[in-house]
């Protein structure tokens, strides 16, 4: 299983792209705590509503926690040099509140499936 959870901020503003069918698609960069108070950043991507979700409500700066799988993959930058990389496909983004303090006050969830099947 490919199950992943990350909570972070929002290392910048979503970026909204749109497929040749129309359909939306989001990226943003998530800064996350990783062992001795080290940060990390991970590549997440969602899709369709939950796209249009992003671009809507999130920010940077924003805490949200991700669910989704993990994903590998290479490319060439823009001098040649192969570069490769982790990103995050998004299934499910919690919106978290603070209080300005960092205490969480309430939350939202957006899911990209619906229920129902």
């Known amino acids: 299983m490919n199950h992943v959870f990350v909570s972070g901020h929002l290392g910048e503003n979503p970026v909204v792209s749109y497929s ?3 359909n939306p698609w989001a990226t943003f960069d998530l800064a996350f705590k990783s062992g001795k108070q080290k940060t990390g ?7 369709k509503f939950l796209a249009e979700a992003c671009e809507k409500y999130l920010h940077k700066g924003a805490k949200v926690t991700v669910l989704g799988s993990l994903t590998h993959e290479t490319w060439e930058n823009d001098k040649g040099e192969k570069r490769s990389g982790h990103k995050l496909l998004a299934n499910s983004i919690e919106f978290l509140k603070t209080d300005g303090r960092g205490f969480e006050t309430s939350s939202t969830s957006y899911d990209d499936v619906p229920f129902g099947g």
């Open 20 to 22: 040749r069918d129309g």
């Open 41 to 47: 950043w991970i590549k997440c991507v969602c899709f």
